[in-house]
């Protein structure tokens, strides 16, 4: 799989309990910025797709709605639909915006370079 390298770069984890909730409008308020010490929870609202990451619908507890681009994490053999199906719950750790192709007049979008921020939750 090729990805790009990120604008910024992750650090270590962050552990779950040690982080503040955040909402999307909060995160979209500092693009380019890694949100080290907060958590964006988040379910997916629509069936995924994979373009050069895996894009994910998803909605915060708010109704803020955006895509999440992730990389890493679904191998290109795989159906991203199996790891995300629709309802699917996330705790997407240290979250991080960006405009759409580096370029400020594009969308935003939710990135993950690293597989090891994302926390799946499914309801049983």
Not at 76 to 85: C, E, V
Request: aromatic share 8%; with cysteine.
């Amino acid at each position: 799989n090729k990805t790009l390298r990120p604008l910024v770069m992750y650090g270590p984890v962050p552990l779950s309990s040690s982080l503040k909730p955040i909402t999307l409008r909060e995160v979209a308020s500092k693009v380019n910025y890694i949100h080290n010490d907060r958590v964006l929870w988040a379910k997916t609202i629509h069936t995924c797709h994979r373009m050069v990451g895996t894009n994910v619908l998803v909605e915060d507890d708010q109704g803020g709605c955006l895509m999440l681009i992730l990389y890493n994490l679904v191998p290109a053999s795989d159906d991203p639909n199996d790891y995300f199906p629709e309802g699917t719950f996330l705790a997407i750790l240290a979250p991080y915006m960006k405009n759409s192709c580096d370029d400020p007049s594009n969308s935003l979008f939710l990135r993950c370079d690293n597989p090891e921020c994302i926390r799946l939750f499914r309801l049983i």
